[in-house]
């Protein structure tokens, strides 16, 4: 069984930068895709940011310019100019295409508040 390991949430004020990590229990490369999610309390869980295999990055508008993904032995997620309304449980989510297998994380909190 596949386990990913978030890391790196935590509180920060509204202008502020937080980089979340994710750790498998097998190699990153491994995997068709990886992936970023997030769920803010009330709403639905929304893709973030995901990166395939090649290197190919993919952002949800709203946090175009302000989240890079990356991956090398884990996978990344750097989140600059943080924003209130970016407030979620953050899930790492890895996709092994051809066998139609999907993982998850159990989620690191992101708080962004004064």
């Known amino acids: 069984q596949v386990q990913l390991v978030e890391s790196g949430g935590g509180l920060v004020q509204p202008g502020g930068s937080l980089r979340l990590s994710c750790a498998a229990s097998?190699?990153?490369?491994?995997?068709?895709?990886m992936a970023w999610y997030r769920q803010a309390p009330g709403k639905e869980r929304e893709l973030v940011a995901r990166i395939d295999r090649i290197g190919i990055t993919d952002y949800l508008d709203s946090v175009k310019g302000r989240f890079t993904i990356s991956r090398d032995a884990f996978v990344y997620l750097q989140m600059n100019s943080l924003k209130p309304e970016d407030t979620a449980t953050y899930y790492c989510?890895?996709?092994?295409?051809?066998?139609?297998?999907?993982?998850w994380g159990q989620g690191t909190q992101v708080t962004v508040s004064s």
């Open positions: 989510n890895a996709r092994i295409l051809n066998v139609g297998m999907e993982y």
């Open positions: 097998q190699r990153i490369f491994s995997f068709s895709v």
